[in-house]
């Protein structure tokens, strides 16, 4: 457990607190504050011009690489990136824990997507185990872990929940292929951070949420529901995380794709079953599971979560390098 402002690696949603939220979610809306001027991107973007990230994404993704890339741009640090291993020395032979100890020696961060579970955290051990250890930020892990996508979930809903008392207390709904996401894992898991939190888990019964979350919450006190009526759960929930079946896995687990799609997506006509106030996610690529007719509607709030995703990114990495307090102090001396 990590102590508020100390971060080094970002690997799984288990590491962090309850204090350690509300310090990165609160860094991120003073950035964004900060970013609104000229001046203030000037500032942003001379506080690590000195440093090189290297984004090592070897499972595809353009949202989430695009978005680490942005986010460091905004704090001008300098990236390279490996995005295909057969062009790497990897096709001679090497092992994958040597090529990313190789980058290691080039660059002062690594931000890595891997198809592999806990992928992240190995290199990150092997590193530290090594006279130059460097940052390694998980930027999603095979069907395990995809921590910075929990940390932009739960900082929009904070946002979408900042007048009406907050995360605590409220309910949210998890959707689709809930066995193979890892986004609702890692946030199933960050969720259990606030208290009096209800989660649901809506899934065909061959893509239910894994017995090691449950076994989980269950150890950490948190009610649950486990259900496959999405229509029975839609009007009793403050928030609705939507996900996709994630069938690139199929050929792996031998898992067929026989579900009834339909009975895991939100059309335009069930919007009316939501309350009124309640806001619709999704981590994004969607398939058929939202309608995009209900793009406009104001409870959906999957393309704010996006934008959300860059600034919590740009407050993870400014922790990471301990700038936090200077950033603050930058904005009450601006403001
Ligand atoms: C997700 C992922 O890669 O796990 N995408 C993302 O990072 N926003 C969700 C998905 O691919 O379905």
Same mark, same amino acid.
Request: glycine residues 10%; neutral net charge.
């Given at each position: 457990m990590i102590n508020n %402002?100390?971060?080094?690696?970002?690997?799984?949603?288990q590491q962090f607190n309850r204090p350690f939220l509300e310090? &990165?979610?609160d860094l991120a809306d003073v950035i964004r504050k900060v970013a609104n001027s000229k001046a203030g991107m000037e500032f942003l973007s001379s506080l690590l011009n000195h440093k090189r990230a290297m984004l090592y994404f070897v499972q595809p993704s353009t949202r989430t690489f695009l978005s680490f *890339?942005?986010?460091?741009? &905004?704090?001008?640090?300098?990236?390279?990136?490996v995005r295909d291993p057969r062009t790497s020395s990897e096709v001679k032979g090497e092992s994958e824990e040597d090529t990313v100890r190789t980058f290691s020696s080039y660059f002062d961060l690594i931000i890595m997507r891997h198809f592999k579970a806990n992928f992240a955290e190995k290199i990150a051990h092997m590193l530290d185990n090594t006279n130059r250890t460097v940052p390694v930020i998980n930027a999603g892990s095979g069907k395990d872990q995809h921590p910075t996508q929990a940390l932009l979930d739960v900082y929009t809903l904070r946002r979408s929940f900042q007048h %009406?008392? +907050?995360i605590d207390g409220k309910k949210i709904a998890f959707v689709g292929d809930l066995l193979r996401g890892r986004t609702n894992r890692s946030l199933a898991l960050l969720l259990t951070l606030f208290d009096g939190v209800k989660q649901y888990f809506v899934a065909p019964p061959q893509f239910q949420i894994g017995e090691d979350i449950? %076994? *989980?919450?269950?150890?950490? +006190?948190?009610? *649950?529901?486990?259900? *496959?009526?999405?229509k029975q759960v839609l009007s009793q929930v403050d928030a609705i995380y939507m996900t996709r079946i994630q069938d690139e896995w199929d050929a792996e687990d031998g898992t067929t794709s026989e579900i009834d799609i339909e009975k895991y997506s939100i059309k335009k006509e069930d919007m009316s079953l939501l309350k009124p106030d309640a806001v619709l996610m999704h981590p994004l690529p969607r398939r058929q599971e939202i309608s995009p007719e209900i793009d406009n509607d104001p409870r959906a709030v999957y393309w704010r979560q996006v934008r959300? +995703?860059?600034w919590i990114r740009v407050a993870l990495i400014a922790m990471i390098f301990?700038?936090?307090l200077y950033i603050h102090d930058y904005h009450i001396r601006s403001y």
């Open positions: %402002r100390k971060i080094f690696h970002c690997l799984t949603a310090e &990165i979610c *890339y942005s986010a460091c741009q &905004i704090l001008g640090i300098k990236c390279a990136e %009406r008392g +907050g449950l %076994r *989980y919450l269950e150890k950490v +006190g948190v009610e *649950y529901e486990v259900t *496959y009526d999405l959300n +995703g860059m301990k700038l936090d």
